[in-house]
């Protein structure tokens, strides 16, 4: 069995990769934090090339591919840091195409997909979403609540910016009341929302774990690099078992939303979990490798340490995402039992 991308899955990555190397430099994540705006040009390129609407269906306005395509940017995505829509409006086109009426995805999914009207998604306590990602320039808003979900136009929400520790995008408070439930299956699109923004963290992970690795071979200490010593190559292995470990979980979890649905939502919880710790914890972690340089704002690896913080808050948290897989465990136990 192989389990590799196909050859369309891996021009799909390198693409990527060389792209958003030249899009998105640390240098352009620094400049859009500083002027709290995001790179129009580089924002066009993307829709250019159809992205935004790589994991919706032809019939909806996109290109009809699967979410390991949409995962597969993702990952790159988060590698380079890039201070982009993408994330919010790929989590809308998910929701809507899911959950979504007829008359709703013909509203909007063309418009995700091509990048002319931007979505994103917030969970919901009484009303208020607390943290959105790009809501102030958002054309629908998805609010998610006790397994529900509603449809709100941007003009008939109160949305409130607020500052985050990520600067590199965009968050607000939004409140709404009314607006269009999405009768379909919210559970369904709201596991594929966790996988993307999974798959994110796992490029933040994967870039943070690189730095550190060149970081610990060129640094030397007493004439020997310091990548030489227990303390310091233990703590990169650590790093690497937790950020291939996370993106297992995350292209298990994709996989299963385009070939085994039945088997996503444990998938999705598994993914969620570990890429939020895996973000978190190697992020974390290339800062101690880096040493007195790694809390210095000059660095870089502060962009990806507060992207993966912000990130991991998103959506589910992972002690529900923990629920759910014990949840799943017992029920699969009692069954064989």
Request: aromatic share 6%; charged share 20%.
């Amino acid at each position: 069995m192989n389990f590799d991308f196909t050859d369309d899955q891996h021009e799909i990555k390198r693409t990527a990769r060389e792209l958003l190397a030249k899009r998105s430099p640390f240098e352009r994540v620094r400049e859009a934090a500083e002027s709290a705006t995001y790179d129009d040009a580089a924002w066009q390129e993307l829709t250019g090339l159809g992205w935004p609407g790589i994991a919706i269906a032809e019939a909806n306005g996109g290109q009809g591919l699967g979410t390991v395509e949409l995962v597969i940017l993702l990952e790159e995505l988060g590698y380079s840091c890039a201070a982009s829509p993408f994330l919010s409006n790929a989590l809308a086109g998910l929701l809507i195409e899911q959950a979504g009426s007829d008359d709703q995805r013909e509203r909007w999914l063309g418009a995700i997909a091509g990048g002319t009207a931007t979505g994103t998604v917030g969970m919901a306590v009484d009303g208020v979403a607390q943290l959105v990602p790009d809501a102030d320039a958002a054309a629908v808003i998805v609010l998610v609540a006790d397994g529900a979900a509603t449809l709100v136009e941007r003009g008939a929400a109160e949305v409130e910016v607020v500052e985050t520790i990520d600067p590199t995008r965009r968050f607000a408070r939004v409140g709404a009341t009314g607006g269009e439930p999405l009768a379909g299956d919210v559970a369904a699109g709201l596991a594929r929302c966790e996988t993307a923004l999974a798959a994110e963290m796992i490029g933040v992970a994967q870039r943070a774990m690189e730095m550190s690795v060149e970081y610990a071979k060129d640094r030397k200490q007493f004439g020997t690099p310091i990548g030489a010593y227990q303390a310091v190559s233990h703590r990169c292995a650590q790093m690497l078992l937790e950020t291939e470990g996370a993106r297992s979980a995350t292209y298990f979890a994709a996989w299963a939303a385009d070939a085994d649905p039945a088997q996503l939502p444990l998938g999705a919880a598994m993914a969620k979990a570990a890429a939020a710790d895996a973000a978190r914890n190697v992020t974390a972690s290339a800062i101690q490798v880096h040493g007195g340089i790694g809390f210095t704002w000059e660095a870089d690896l502060h962009w990806l340490y507060k992207r993966a913080q912000v990130d991991a808050a998103l959506l589910t948290g992972s002690r529900e995402q923990r629920r759910r897989i014990t949840r799943a465990s017992a029920a699969a136990g009692a069954a064989i039992a």
